[in-house]
């Protein structure tokens, strides 16, 4: 088999057999393919797409090309959550504690941020103390004892991925729904749990702009989890504008806190509990999602769910003191203010996302290092009135020099007119086997 026959059957539109695939995805991860025709075979595929069976080969070879967890000890239907990637998004933070304090186990693996997109793992490390790299024994042991532990991806899970992922990133190839949903589905199904829900942003900080093209995305994940025998849904959530007022690593802690203490903002809070409520319908915990919301919610009304928080921090070694007290932030805070008088009419996610890195919240480069106090405060949000000189965000560095660059992007990501836009809902649909259901 030669890959210039792989290249250019894609090239002219057909499918390509399993051998085919497998052939790729073995070869480029033991580096016997070299990266000019990967790189060739990824836009052939961004251009001409896959069907369903090359879509769901692919995922199987890179879920087989490293290491599956194996998390048979842990009694229990154990649930874990994705989501495709968004600024201010902090609901694993919230929603892994609630779901835990209901009896499910969460044994999660999650990502650090990259580009304008944050990640939980570096949100985590944010707490003082608080580790996310632990070996699987430990890992296992935690969610025994505690119901929840989330630590970073281990080194060998869906390796081929890891490798696909970072040319696609340099060759503009991340934009293609057979490679997200394969990316996406081989880690997660590496990662072992028995069911899994996925939260697909849509709007401009996400990979998809369109609630189609997420509609579209959605369903191809839920299809190659149903074939591998996996309880998976999802739900397609907004990704327009900035999840909750709060990006960057320890403020957003602080804003998980918040909600969990049942005081978050309203799109955050109902985002979370929706998320939630799907992944106990998944477990099977009660019957009906109206059944699920009410044990949500109750979570953060009794206080149970933010006992776990507490729970999993101090056994993964984080300062649960330090996150009662409140973390800090970082010691240099200049407002955002409107430039002119109005209605906001939009506030690109990207934008923001954007801002908040040039503060120091994330990484340009995968060997930066991060300032885990620097980042946002949204003062206002979409269809807020403000008026000139108003401040519209609190933005916190601990280098001066970097509060240009933020106002320029905040700029950019901000948009006043003279009237407030529609409503936009925060939760958009649930996709599962059976079919979409717009909510
Ligand atoms: N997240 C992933 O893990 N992979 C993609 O391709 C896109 C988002």
């Known amino acids: 088999m030669r890959m210039y026959d792989i290249i250019n059957r894609k090239k002219h539109g057909y499918a390509l057999t399993d ?24 836009m052939a595929i961004c251009l001409k797409g896959m069907d369903e069976n090359e879509t769901a080969v692919l995922t199987d070879a890179m879920l087989h090309s490293g ?148 509609i579209a995305l959605a369903q191809a994940m839920v299809s190659i989890g149903s074939r591998s025998s996996r309880r998976v849904m999802a739900v397609i959530t907004d990704m327009d504008a900035p999840l909750g007022n709060a990006i960057g690593n320890a403020l957003e802690v602080e804003e998980a806190v918040d909600t969990l203490q049942g005081h978050g903002p309203d799109d955050l809070t109902s985002v979370c509990v929706e998320l939630a409520s799907y992944m106990l319908l998944l477990a099977g915990v009660a019957k009906d999602i109206k059944e699920c919301r009410k044990l949500s919610q109750g ?38 203010t ?20 040039a503060l120091g919240a994330g990484r340009a480069r995968k060997e930066d290092s991060i300032d885990y106090g620097a980042g946002l405060i949204l003062k206002k949000k979409t269809r807020d009135r403000v008026e000139v000189g108003e401040t519209i965000a609190l933005m916190y560095t601990s280098e001066s020099g970097r509060f240009r660059d933020a106002k320029e992007s905040l700029s950019s990501a901000v948009s006043i007119g003279d009237a407030p836009p529609h409503p936009v809902k925060t939760v958009l649909a649930a996709v599962s086997e059976q079919g979409v259901t717009m909510l």
């Open 338 to 357: 409107a430039a002119t008088s109005g209605y906001i009419t939009g506030m690109n996610a990207e934008m923001c996302g954007m801002a908040s890195l």
């Open 67 to 214: 290491d599956a967890a194996d998390l048979s000890s842990i009694p229990g239907v154990k649930v874990d959550k994705h989501s495709t990637g968004g600024v201010g998004d902090k609901t694993s933070l919230i929603i892994g504690p609630i779901v835990a304090s209901c009896g499910v186990p969460v044994a999660k693996m999650s990502g650090r941020g990259l580009g304008f997109s944050g990640g939980t793992v570096d949100k985590l490390e944010s707490i003082p103390g608080l580790r996310t790299e632990i070996g699987s024994e430990r890992f296992r042991a935690i969610v025994r004892q505690t119901g929840i532990a989330i630590i970073g991806q281990s080194g060998n899970i869906a390796p081929a991925d890891k490798k696909i992922y970072a040319l696609r990133d340099v060759t503009a190839t991340i934009e293609s729904l057979p490679l997200i949903a394969s990316s996406i589905m081989s880690k997660k199904l590496a990662a072992g749990s028995d069911a899994i829900l996925l939260d697909v942003k849509t709007g401009s900080g996400a990979f998809m702009k369109t609630l189609d093209d997420s």
């Open 299 to 336: 979570a953060i009304k009794s206080g149970e769910a933010l006992n776990k928080l507490h729970a999993m921090v101090e056994a993964q070694g984080g300062d649960v003191s330090a996150l009662e007290r409140g973390l800090a932030k970082a010691p240099l805070m200049t407002p955002f």
């Open 19 to 42: 051998d085919e695939i497998r052939f790729f995805v073995e070869g480029f991860t033991k580096s016997e393919i070299p990266d000019y025709q990967a790189s060739a075979l990824l």
